[in-house]
């Protein structure tokens, strides 16, 4: 991964909502669902407000106490989990069009002390796989529900 990488969420196959700093995802084409918090839920934000390798590992070395290359490994191998089971996907960014520093949408916390620094976890739930993937309100067009998408033979 570059520094000029991004992820992005790979909607609409993915869904997520955040919960008291966990963040909850759900991969609706798998059943799987997934949990993140702590510096995961931070990247999980991070990623969703358009940040790259870069604006992530930035923000969080400032916001977390540790190495910058312990952070920067996590980072990285919590990104590689994410893309693992499409829940982003990855793209280049041509040139940074923005840092951390100077963008809001890169901050993360209000804590105005460091936070010790945690690898972040995906935890990965396998249970309701059934049940999501059977519910058809998922798979829908624009119209939405009860309207099921159209198979473009």
């Given amino acids: 991964m570059t520094s000029f990488s991004r992820s992005r969420i790979n909607s609409p196959k993915v869904i997520n909502q ?4 966990e963040v909850i995802i759900v991969n609706l084409d798998s059943g799987n669902y ?3 918090d702590k510096v995961g839920a931070d990247i999980w934000q991070l990623i969703e407000n358009g940040a790259t390798r870069a604006d992530i590992v930035e923000a969080l070395t400032r916001r977390y106490d540790g190495e910058r290359a312990d952070i920067e490994h996590a980072a990285d191998q919590l990104v590689a989990d994410l893309e693992r089971e499409e829940l982003v996907l990855s793209e280049q960014a041509e040139q940074p069009q923005h840092r ?15 936070l010790r620094f945690e690898v972040p976890i995906l935890h990965k739930y396998t249970d309701m796989q059934e049940l999501i993937v059977l519910d058809p309100i998922h798979d ?3 119209a939405g529900w009860p309207t099921a998408k159209q198979d473009p033979a």
């Fill in 140 to 142: 829908v067009d624009d």
């Fill in 34 to 36: 997934y949990s993140l």
């Fill in 18 to 21: 955040t919960i008291d700093d």
């Fill in 100 to 114: 951390a520093s100077s963008n809001p949408r890169m901050e993360i916390g209000s804590e105005t002390q460091r």
